[in-house]
């Protein structure tokens, strides 16, 4: 443990022997960090906040008071195995944040990628895999085992089931339950509900070139909007505009998809996956 004069750690902190602690960091009054815990450089930690397990948090990441990164797993087959949690460079974790270890009938770690923002009360549960860049609001709640590709963006106290897989700048409506996979660049809105086209203003917000949107929309419409079967459009369009490349993504991110799509509004409700 390092407690020295290049750190702002507050007296009343309760810091474990055996806690990594690098240069630069702030931990506020009667926060408590565990003994196999590794805080990166420049890190902050805020009065109140409990990290434990084995935790590594990268450097410049700010945890806010009363969050609780590195508690055990909300899973019944958990018996106190020395899983993990990785928190990415630049991430910011607000207040009354839940993120749970893993687990070893899962990946075994919990991971949160860079330049995260994750509002006060999320959850985050055991063996969740979030990427770069991801933005959710005050009260998202992740099922165990959910993955979340980069930029991708949830609203406020929205749901999401198990095992899920949420594609990169999808960008899922406050309030939403999510049961399936969401595609890639997509709208998703409602209590077990649906899609409502592509993403857009988050498409533009990250420039994508203009010919790229328009390409996705038309494959978009090609795969939703159809009387074939969602995966076999997904198909047809990979075969003939595979050669775009947010469009090859789109397409295989539907084809590999485990738990089924939702419907896209005004879809026929015959159109299976």
Known sequence: MHKNNINNIHPMAVISEGAQIGKGVEIGAYAIIGPNVIIGDNSKIGAHAVIDGYTTIA?????SSFAVVGGAPQDITYKGEPTK???????????FV???RGTT?????TNIGKNCLIMAYCHIAHDCQIADNVIMANGATLGGHVTIDEHAVLGGVIAVHQFCHIGAYAFIGGMSGVNKDIPPFVKFFGIRGDMYGLNVV????HRFPKEHI???KKAYRRIFHSDITVKAGAQE???DMGDIPPVKTFCEFILNSSRGLPRSAGMEATADV
């Open 59 to 63: 450097q410049n990441v700010s945890i």
């Open 85 to 95: 949690v990785f928190i990415g460079d630049n991430t910011i974790i607000r207040e």
């Open 98 to 100: 839940t993120v749970h």
């Open 105 to 109: 009938g899962g990946c075994g770690i």
């Open 202 to 205: 988050g498409l533009r917000r």
């Open 214 to 216: 328009e390409a996705l």
């Open 237 to 239: 369009v990979l075969k």
